[in-house]
Nanobody, 125 residues
Framework: DVQLVESGGASVEAGGSLTLSCAAS????????MAWFRQVPGKEREGVAA????????AYADSVKGRFTISQDNAKNTLYLQMNSLKPEDTAMYYC???????????????????WGQGTQVTVS
């Protein structure tokens, strides 16, 4: 079975940094679109960033461009999200997601993703 396990969530002060990790198992993820989403209670899940693990494509939500960086380590089957200059509005549960093939322009559509992690909480105050 495919499993995605996020870690790294924490409570931080505004302006601080965090790195989230997503360990993937149960498959090889070398030609997948992998993404980070976030969700706050009462709101829809929002696409934050995506990367095509086959190389050559990353995408970011406008709200995080210049502050967040998505990266991968294919050898470790691990996805990362480096978050800098954190703001209170970044507070959310962050989820890792994956689907086969390129990300395309629909990368931020949550229903396109097949595999999901359980989430890790980020709180910025």
């Amino acid at each position: 079975d495919v499993q995605l396990v996020e870690s790294g969530g924490a409570s931080v002060e505004a302006g601080g940094s965090l790195t989230l990790s997503c360990a993937a198992s149960g498959s090889t993820f070398d030609t997948h679109c992998m993404a980070w989403f976030r969700q706050v209670p009462g709101k829809e899940r929002e696409g934050v960033a995506a990367i095509y693990t086959g190389g050559g494509m990353t995408a970011y939500a406008d709200s995080v461009k210049g502050r967040f960086t998505i990266s991968q380590d294919n050898a470790k089957n691990t996805l990362y999200l480096q978050m800098n200059s954190l703001k209170p509005e970044d507070t959310a549960m962050y989820y890792c997601a994956a689907k086969g093939g390129p990300c395309r322009e629909t990368w931020s559509v949550s229903t396109a993703y097949v595999y999901w992690g359980q989430g890790t909480q980020v709180t910025v105050s």
